[in-house]
């Protein structure tokens, strides 16, 4: 049985969602991380400058990975019962993550400045950044290499096999590397509107460093698929190619734009790499959503289900797309200098 | 699970009540360019700051969990109930654009389009705990779809699901909990820090607002809760026996207040019982039959005590809450209608209410979903069956506990340290001095 038209759209409405979230939320994360790294002279203006960059959004953001569970859930509940199974070890690690990372940031924000607790919640940010993204990657991974097997409806997977198989460890580096690299483009583009020469020069170099692990790790794992996801390497041969070859071109002009200063071109080059990523993933485990066992069309929900949902998309993305674009307005459109950085690891919101 | 659901209501709650106050506060601000009120609002967004992280975070744990505890539910049901969870992401979308927009943009936006970005947080707010709770309403009166002859669901609706019998009154009761909740809370820090000597303008207000808004719904709330309990006698009659601690289906039967229920012996204790009450309360004539818990075997009945007992507990603080509001009125219309009283047990009582709010909150909760067992699905799925059939969930629950004592202990530690300042008694200079601080 193939996939009905209501059910391709919702998984391009999940497909688009996902993106979102790595392309946004994923930022949030690799911002964590450098403020993790950040070290030398700079570091407090590192830290304010990525704390007033996540701050107004990050919640925002983060919401498109609870539209991707829930729309899954809703439309393919077969699915995400199964995938709670199998992966119900790295999930409760990356929710411990979540929440870590969310609270971590609120409590350093709001907190006052320079005691303990702060240093304390700064590092479990930054911790948290780091851990989120890599097992999420890594939970992706065990999706698509076909080790998570359904017989029945009953799931067959092991409590750490499923996650830990070789793609799954390149998959967990290639996700960080992508977040901290976007984060790393970004922040480039932040600097420049603080006027903050010094940690524009630092993010750029970041972003290359990244930007070329991201490259290397991605070539890297089209070679393990290869040898260890069979199902997977086929679907990049026959449909994911072209979005192999997309993301390969944008990260190469991401990179020469990057180099050459000129961080505007080089964050959307940024974005198409790291989205051809995700779009070459989702085309070559087509029609399965859990490799090898379960398609996109034995997990859905019936068609009476199906139906309400694509509405509710419609409606909401009707909603939610303005408000959005409201949110980016407001906080990331170009203002020209403003405040400096010195001061106020928590932005705009010293306490008295 | 149980523990998740019981940590996130508590920022659920306050996260969908607290920009109502904001969107107050921040009106007489602007309006009537009070620094006072202005320095109330820019304080307590910092509370909503915090208190939406935490509880963005802890939503997502649970939408996580219903698969990873709850597979055996969402696999079969997850096609009737997934609707209201993703319209909520929708609506927790709104929430959290605006949340980011209400709290970062104070000096980006005009002081009126400011507050406008107030009222989708609000809006959304009240949607998302709405989604939410028909999911559970529906869990207690499951309709919007057919089983066939082997026992498949089919012919799913899953828009009758959400829209089921017990919905409208389930949704409103919580909305309104988490209304009165808000209001009760900042009344309660604010009563304490006036009984602390702190009576300056600033604590005045926060008081008065904070009472205002917890106790105007109360009598609200005790009709609702009246529906819903009427709602329970017609679709749960052992819920109800539970909560009332009734053993014997008897015609006439008498409302219970307190008594402790002892399962073993099937009776309950020490009550005080009013003939007749509780078939007039439950059906509107007081010769109509109620069913007892002996109707069903012992493994078919809810763990009574906890139930009956969080019941009691949460009927006993909503007509506190009636009285508190009565005693707020009389005292306000002695005044000349210009002030609260503000006395030290009248402060007392109303630093009690915000702590018994939650603690009415958690027993409703209690009820509605240990009332419900040992079905998970009213009528069509036992619990054990839904539960997750991976080890380790002692492991969960200890972790889960642990890092919301930690996250708990530490955002009232902040929080707490928001409501201490500032500490001036001259409100308008402090206002002033903290405006400026917080604009830069």
Redesign the interface.
């Known amino acids: 049985m193939s996939a009905t038209a209501l059910e391709v759209t919702v998984l391009l409405a999940i497909g688009v969602g996902l993106t979102l979230y790595v392309l946004l939320g994923g930022a949030d994360f690799g911002g964590g991380v450098w403020d993790l790294l950040a070290n030398g002279p700079e570091r407090d203006r590192e830290r304010s400058l990525i704390s007033s960059a996540i ?6 953001n ?2 498109w ?3 991707v ?3 899954l ?3 393919f ?2 699915a ?6 199998a992966l ?1 070890v790295p ?2 690690i ?3 993550g ?6 971590a ?3 350093r ?4 400045s320079d005691t303990g ?1 702060q240093r304390v919640w700064t590092r479990v940010f930054g911790i948290a950044s780091l851990v989120t993204p890599f097992v999420l990657g890594m939970c992706a991974a065990a999706i698509a290499s076909g080790r998570i097997r359904i017989s029945d ?1 009953i799931v067959h997977a092991d ?1 750490v096999g499923v996650w830990t198989g070789p793609l799954s460890w390149v998959a967990g580096f290639l996700s960080l590397a992508m977040c901290a690299y976007l984060a790393a483009v970004y922040l480039t583009v932040e600097a420049v509107q603080h006027g903050a020469p010094e940690l524009e020069r630092r993010f750029r170099r970041r972003a290359l460093g990244a930007g070329l692990t991201a490259g290397a790790l991605a070539a890297i794992g089209l070679l393990v698929i290869r040898a260890d996801a069979a199902v997977l390497w086929n679907g990049m041969l026959e449909d994911g190619w072209p979005f192999v070859v997309s993301s390969a071109i944008a990260g190469a002009i991401a990179l020469g734009a990057t180099y050459r200063g000129k961080e505007r071109a080089a964050r959307a080059a940024a974005a198409v790499a790291v989205a051809s990523v995700i779009a070459g993933w989702g085309v070559a485990q087509w029609p399965y959503l859990i490799v090898p066992d379960l398609t996109a069309a034995e997990a859905a ?2 068609k ?2 199906l139906g ?2 694509v509405i ?2 419609v ?2 993305a009707a ?2 797309a303005p ?2 674009f ?2 980016f307005r ?2 990331k459109a170009s203002q020209g200098p403003d ?1 400096e950085l010195g001061h106020a690891s928590s ?6 | 699970m149980a523990v998740s659901l019981g940590f996130h209501i508590v920022f659920a709650a306050l996260g969908i009540g607290l920009p109502l106050l904001l969107v107050f506060t921040e009106f007489l601000a602007i309006r009537r360019d009070d620094a006072v009120w202005m320095a109330l609002t820019r304080r307590w967004s910092k509370a909503l700051g915090i208190l939406v992280a935490i509880g963005a975070v802890s939503g997502t744990v649970l939408s996580f969990a219903l698969g990873l505890f709850w597979p055996g539910l969402m696999g079969r049901w997850g096609a009737v109930i997934g609707l209201p969870f993703a319209l909520e992401a929708f609506a927790f979308f709104i929430e959290a654009i605006f949340i980011g927009i209400y709290l970062y943009g104070w000096d980006r936006l005009t002081p009126w389009a400011h507050w406008f970005t107030g009222w989708p947080v609000v809006l959304g707010g009240a949607a998302s705990a709405w989604f939410v709770v028909t999911a559970n309403s529906w869990m207690q009166s499951p309709v919007g779809f057919e089983l066939s002859a082997n026992g498949k669901v089919v012919d799913v609706q899953p828009i009758q699901a959400m829209l089921n019998p017990s919905t409208p009154v389930m949704t409103t009761h919580m909305i309104l909990a988490g209304y009165m909740a808000t209001g009760l809370t900042v009344a309660s820090i604010y009563a304490v820090g006036m009984l602390k000597g702190r009576r300056d303008l600033y604590h005045r207000r926060a008081l008065a607002v904070g009472l205002t808004f917890g106790l105007v719904l109360a009598p609200v709330q005790v009709f609702v809760g009246d529906l819903a309990a009427k709602l329970v006698a017609e679709r749960q009659p052992m819920k109800l026996a539970a909560l009332e601690g009734l053993w014997d289906t008897t015609a006439d039967a008498p409302l219970t207040i307190g008594g402790i229920p002892l399962p073993g012996r099937e009776e309950t204790i020490l009550g005080i019982r009013i003939p007749g009450a509780l078939s007039w309360l439950a059906f509107g004539h007081s010769d109509a039959v109620v069913k007892g818990l002996k109707e069903v075997p012992p493994q078919d009945r809810p763990n009574t005590i906890l139930v009956h007992l969080a019941f009691q507990a949460m009927v006993a603080i909503g007509f506190a809450f009636l009285g508190l509001g009565l005693w707020s009125m009389i005292g306000w219309w002695r005044r000349g209608r210009r002030a609260l009283p503000d006395g030290r047990w009248f402060l007392r009582a109303a630093a009690v209410a915000g702590p018994a709010a939650f603690i009415a909150l958690e027993a409703g909760w209690i009820v509605t979903e240990v009332g419900r067992q040992p079905w998970i699905v009213y009528g069509q799925m036992r619990t054990a069956d839904a539960v997750t059939t991976r080890g380790g969930i002692v492991w969960w629950l200890l972790a889960t506990v642990g890092t919301y004592l930690l996250l708990g202990a530490a955002c009232s530690w902040l929080l707490i340290k928001l409501a201490g300042k500032p500490r001036g008694v001259e409100m308008t200079e402090d206002a002033a001095e903290e405006r400026t601080e917080e604009t830069r």
């Open positions: 701050g107004p959004v990050w919640e925002a983060h919401v990975l609870i539209f569970v829930t729309i859930f809703a439309a509940p077969i995400f019962a199964a995938l709670s199974v119900y999930f409760g990356a929710i411990a979540i929440v870590m990372r969310g609270a940031f609120a409590f924000t709001y907190g006052e607790w409806g409590l929900a019936p009476s289900s309400p949902i509710g998309l409606v909401g909603l939610v408000s959005l409201l949110l407001v906080f405040a932005g705009s919101s010293t306490s008295s």
